[in-house]
């Protein structure tokens, strides 16, 4: 069964700081991979996603996210965070035989501090 | 645009009530999801559907039932709403057969039961 962990419930960086945010995925076979970002009282919306080919996936927003087959992880990065970017922040991991379904972590929430 | 309606934002119901959330999707999407959130732990999996008629129980069906008659719209209903099912409940749509697509979520409704 496919499982993902986000190591980290809270992060709180500075505006204009760096950002990486964890995710560690457990799946047989090559994965779809997902970043999603949800900001409060909103739904789930796809910051990107990896499926296959160049393991350095940009997404919306300013966000980056590198594929590492060897350490299993997926882990989203930004190189100056704006204070908008404060929310929570969900990786997933799809089964590439799995009719669609996905698998999600727990969430990191991201605070940015003035 | 993909865009994927909830019927209610919040909803207030009463312990013992059958409850009915109602969801669609615009984009003749095959695959439709139930979810529910909360803090901790995530988003988990209550029911998909496929296509018309069809469903599958996800991670934590016990408590819910779930109708689609219509590609478009997959309603979630609580047969007997219990405090316990107070929560935000997230409705998604994917299409089919399509190499890592992503899920596209509606904006949420928070559940109170009291």
């Known amino acids: 069964a496919q499982s993902v962990t986000q190591p980290d419930i809270h992060i709180t960086v500075s505006e204009g700081a760096s950002l990486e945010l964890r995710c560690n995925y457990s799946?047989?076979?090559?994965?779809?991979l997902f970043w999603y970002v949800q900001s409060p009282g909103q739904g789930l919306q796809l910051l990107l996603k990896?499926?296959?080919?160049?393991?350095l996936v940009q997404g919306i927003k300013g966000f980056e996210a590198e594929f590492k087959r060897s350490q299993s992880s997926f882990n989203l990065r930004k190189p100056s965070v704006h204070w908008s970017d404060a929310a929570e922040y969900f990786c997933?991991?799809?089964?590439?035989?799995?009719?669609?379904?996905?698998?999600f972590g727990d969430g990191t929430t991201l605070t940015v501090k003035p | 645009d993909v865009k994927v309606t909830q019927s209610s934002r919040y909803l207030v119901k009463r312990t013992g009530e059958k409850v009915f959330l109602e969801c669609v999707q615009d984009?003749?999407?095959?695959?439709m999801f139930w979810y529910r959130q909360d803090p901790g732990l995530g988003l988990r999996l209550i029911y998909f559907?496929?296509?018309?008629?069809?469903?599958e129980k996800g991670d934590i069906p016990e408590g819910y039932s779930v109708s689609r008659e219509k590609k478009e719209r997959f309603s979630l209903i609580l047969e007997s709403a219990s405090t316990n099912q107070t929560s935000m409940y997230l409705c998604?749509?994917?299409?089919?057969?399509?190499?890592?697509?992503?899920?596209?979520f509606g904006p949420g409704t928070r559940l109170t039961v009291l």
């Open positions: 990896y499926f296959s080919g160049d393991t």
């Open positions: 997933a991991v799809g089964a590439r035989t799995n009719a669609g379904k996905s698998t």
């Open positions: 998604a749509s994917s299409q089919q057969g399509r190499v890592g697509d992503e899920q596209f």
């Open positions: 984009m003749d999407h095959e695959n």
């Open positions: 559907s496929y296509d018309v008629k069809m469903k």
């Open positions: 799946y047989g076979a090559t994965p779809y």
